[in-house]
Structure formats: C-alpha cells, structure tokens
C-alpha cells in the first residue's frame, strides 16, 4: 500500500472523535475513526445539596451529568469552548469558558466567586486529567469532584493495525490513550507514524518508542486545545 499523506488515525472516544473528524476533514485529511478508548457512565446519585456551581474539565464530564441528572439551573464553569458549547446544547443557561487549560478554569472560577453560593462541584472522570480541586480550595473555595464516568481501553481494529504503516499520523487526546498505544506499538512497530499530542503530559509515554524506532516523531501542542494540536499536522 502507499503511504497516505492525509490519513490521520483519531483515538479519542466517541463522541469527541466525531467532531475531531469533522475539523480534520475540513482542513483536507481523510479522518480514521477508531478510538482507543471508550466512556462508560459510572454510578451517581445526582446529589447536589449545597453546590453553587458546576466545573467541566471535558465535554465527557458534561455528557455523563446531563445523563445523569435533569438539573440545569446552576451556573458552569467549562475549561474550553468546546466544552462550553456542549453544556449549552445541554441546556445550561448561565457559562463562563476559561479558553485554556484546568489551571485556567481554577483562576475563572475564583474570579467569579462572587457570582454563585455553595461548593463547586467538578463532574469528572475516574482519572481525571488534572487536579481542579487543590488551588480552589487554596483560593478559599469550597470543592469536590464526583467521579461519574470511566474512559477504558479498547482494541483497535484489525485494519487499524495492519494500516499503521500507512498512516500520515495518529492523534492522541490523553495520556491514557497515549499508554494504551504505546502497549500496541510494542507488537505492532510504525517507525514511519507521526504522533501528535494534545500535551507534553500526554507525549511523554511514547517519546522512549519514537527513540528506539518503533514510532516516528512525536510533537506535542503547546496548549492543550485542539486547535493547537491540528497547528502541527502538516500533510
């Protein structure tokens, strides 16, 4: 097969792999959906008493709550656009976007503490990405995180694996993924894959495989958005 300079493998989990697809197709690459990883709702009560205000650190967190739970009364705080954009479609009224990172969202949200009463509460993955609850407690801020859903690994398709060589790159959303292909690429070598990652947190399980020749480069976004991350690829 020859090698297709616009094939880019998406690993992130439905439904964020859609939208990934749609951005990369209208910048001209040929999107390969198949995640590595897969959202699972995990038990939750929906108990809200004496929360103020709700904290989404990804557009999963927002998805597994408005499953969960018919509340949409109480003010959001998002980590970025996307995720702001999601919990509007949802039915949230009254968000505020940090645009960057969950550093970011933490100094948003002690700017807005004026505007919500009661404990901010982070619906958040089993593991989650980021810590949000230290520097709002720090700030004065009363915070929990509930864990109300799970990202877990899944094999990719056979064609996935047998492609790999003729991939132009694979991108790769967080560090979990960027292990379960590092655990592949063990078996199944690509030196000539480019990897593109939406961090140098999620990067750094795969740098010892682009140095010892069983993946190719390894680039990592400055800033953890997407549209960082598609300022990389290069067809």
Not at 29 to 58: C, K, N, Q, Y
Not at 206 to 216: C, F, I, Q, T
Request: contains cysteine; glycine residues 6%.
């Amino acid at each position: 097969m020859t090698k297709d300079a616009h094939r880019v493998w998406i690993t992130r989990a439905r439904p964020g792999a859609e939208a990934t697809a749609a951005r990369l197709s209208a910048l001209g690459f040929s999107p390969l959906i198949d995640p590595l990883l897969e959202v699972r709702d995990l038990p939750w009560t929906a108990d809200l008493a004496g929360v103020g205000a709700l904290a989404f650190t990804s557009r999963n967190g927002v998805a597994a709550f408005a499953r969960a739970s018919a509340q949409r009364g109480l003010p959001v705080f998002a980590v970025g656009a996307a995720t702001a954009d999601l919990a509007a479609a949802a039915g949230f009224s009254r968000i505020e976007s940090a645009h960057g990172d969950v550093a970011a969202l933490a100094a948003l949200i002690a700017a807005h503490r004026m505007s919500f009463e009661g404990a901010v509460l982070h619906p958040a993955a089993a593991e989650p990405a980021g810590d949000l609850v230290s520097p709002l407690v720090r700030a004065g801020i009363a915070a929990r995180t509930v864990a109300i859903y799970e990202s877990v690994v899944r094999a990719p398709a056979a064609e996935t694996l047998a492609a790999l060589s003729d991939l132009h790159a694979v991108l790769l959303h967080s560090p979990k993924a960027a292990r379960a292909l590092a655990a592949l690429l063990t078996e199944h070598p690509a030196p000539g894959l480019k990897a593109f990652c939406l961090s140098p947190a999620v990067a750094a399980p795969l740098v010892a495989l682009s140095v010892d020749g069983r993946l190719g480069p390894v680039a990592a976004a400055p800033r953890p958005r997407e549209t960082a991350l598609f300022d990389l690829i290069s067809p």
